[in-house]
């Protein structure tokens, strides 16, 4: 893949230069702020960006408004945030981009990116056009859930589907992780669309839908 790669941080963007070089991909780009970001961006059109939140010159939340303007500049341009804390607004405001149905988002702590094999999964699902959370992410947003929660309809086995959802599990691998048969999952998911009043569409479409619920909830 041809990848653009954002982060302040020298030591950790040549490594990540290096981690992609070696398992065959390109990093068309590799830049230190979120204008230079928008601009690789826009010139490259690569196949998945990985770009820092926190980046000159506040280092408040830089990295993702650029992601957000790279999604506007380019729609459904892949984007996989960095992240050194969980910080659940970001991700929510990044997820907001998936407005017409388009995926390609993902939200990672950086301390996963050790997990190289796990790392490389979660880029080729965002380059793909999945949508994959940090399972700590997943974890703070049952944490935040409102009285008024439309989710609250949902069974605990359900909400384990929606969870592996927003991590951006297939149906099959999410039938693997709770060892139930494929035909269960996509009970449970059928159930998950209608509860949230979800209305017939793209089933790509519904599960960003859902877990956007799932997240602002």
Do not use: C, W
Not at 9 to 22: H, N, P, S, Y
Not at 31 to 36: H, I, L, N, Q
Not at 142 to 149: G, I, Q, S, T, V
């Amino acid at each position: 893949m041809r990848i653009v790669i954002a982060d302040d941080a020298l030591l950790l963007r040549e490594g990540l230069v290096r981690l992609l070089t070696e398992h065959g991909h390109e990093v068309v780009a590799s830049v230190a702020d979120g204008e230079a970001l928008v601009a690789a961006v826009v010139a490259h059109r690569p196949e998945v960006s990985i770009v820092d939140v926190r980046m000159p010159p506040s280092h408040t939340d830089e990295g993702l408004r650029a992601a957000v303007e790279a999604r506007r500049l380019v729609p459904r341009s892949p984007i996989l945030v960095l992240s050194q804390y969980v910080e659940v607004s970001y991700a929510d405001d990044l997820l907001d981009t998936t407005g017409g149905g388009g995926g390609g988002i993902g939200y990672l702590l950086k301390d996963r990116v050790a997990a190289i094999d796990e790392f490389l999964d979660t880029l080729d699902r965002v380059a793909a056009g999945g949508t994959v959370l940090d399972p700590e992410v997943v974890g703070q947003l049952f944490a935040r859930r409102r009285r008024d929660d439309p989710l609250r309809e949902l069974t605990p086995r359900e909400r384990e589907v929606l969870a592996l959802m927003a991590e951006g599990r297939s149906n099959t691998a999410i039938a693997k992780t709770l060892v139930v048969t494929d035909g269960a999952v996509e009970k449970h998911v059928r159930n998950i669309f209608t509860k949230l009043q979800l209305p017939p569409d793209t089933e790509q479409h519904r599960r960003v839908l859902a877990v956007l619920a799932y997240l602002r909830n």
